[in-house]
């Protein structure tokens, strides 16, 4: 429908505003709408139409494959209806039977794992079970059982507590002292403890160190009691060298008249002398040493047998 704008335009000076005017104006407007209005009737009763047959059409078109859709339904319903029947589809708790899972076979040799399939993880806990029992495979009876196995712990630790010396050890089996006596094999420490009770501290007996020679070393690791025979003027040197503390003493027997000079005693540390003493002299003259060692010094005192 063309545009009449130009027919309606009003120009200052030049369109009179008068009743013609305006009803002319108004009068073309209104029968253009009347025109617009009825040709939407028409449109809607054509589009009504048209939504019409077009729906029947694709009803007639869809009617077969609805049917046919409609008899697939009808047929899986009742294929499923029967799988329940026969166990097939388990919907419910409690409908899982031996003959729904089938056999299974477990391999003893897999690698357990937190997530695998019902074979797998059979197989890896029965792998896990021979591992335990040690046995050639999963079935094999274990060497003892759990129970055996606390009852011999129990047992173990009862024995171990036990003071009653089940397995009759003797003193001498484990190098110690009886309580009725013994020898021991090794020094004894007391940890700077009293040893108390001794009626009497007997000693193996002298250490015979032989000849003095021109010179001799008498270690007081040696023993606590020892001899020598004076056979020459000669220097004799007391070792302390690893000894501890105590008292020892020295028999010398002169062979003759032969002096000494000693090395490792102080001088001024001789009880009873100014100075260092003289050995006794004379074939078979005897001379005893008492030397005291409190760890890191000695002092002596020296006695003559047989003369002042």
Known sequence: MPRQFERYRFRDGVTPLSEDT???ILSDVDLRIAALEALQVDWAAALSTVSDQGLERVAEAMSGPLADLAASVEALAAEVLSAQEAG???DAPGTVT???LGTRTVVD???????ATLTELLSGLANRIKAITGGLNWRANPATTLAAVG???????NHIASTTNPHQTTAAQVGALATTGGTLSGAVA??????????ALGYAGEVDNGNSGSAKTISLTSGAMQKIALTATAV?????????SGTYMLRIVNAGYYTVTWSGLSVSRWMGSSGVPAVAGGAGAETVVTMIFNGANLVQRMDRI???
């Open 88 to 90: 097939m589809i388990l």
């Open 22 to 24: 305006f009803n002319r």
């Open 306 to 308: 047989g003369t002042a």
């Open 151 to 157: 009852t011999a712990v129990t047992n173990s630790a």
């Open 236 to 244: 004799l040197t007391i070792s302390t060298s690893g000894a501890v």
């Open 98 to 100: 031996d003959t729904n």
């Open 190 to 199: 007391m940890g700077n403890n009293a040893l108390t009770g001794v009626k």
């Open 109 to 115: 040799t897999t690698v357990a794992n937190d997530t």
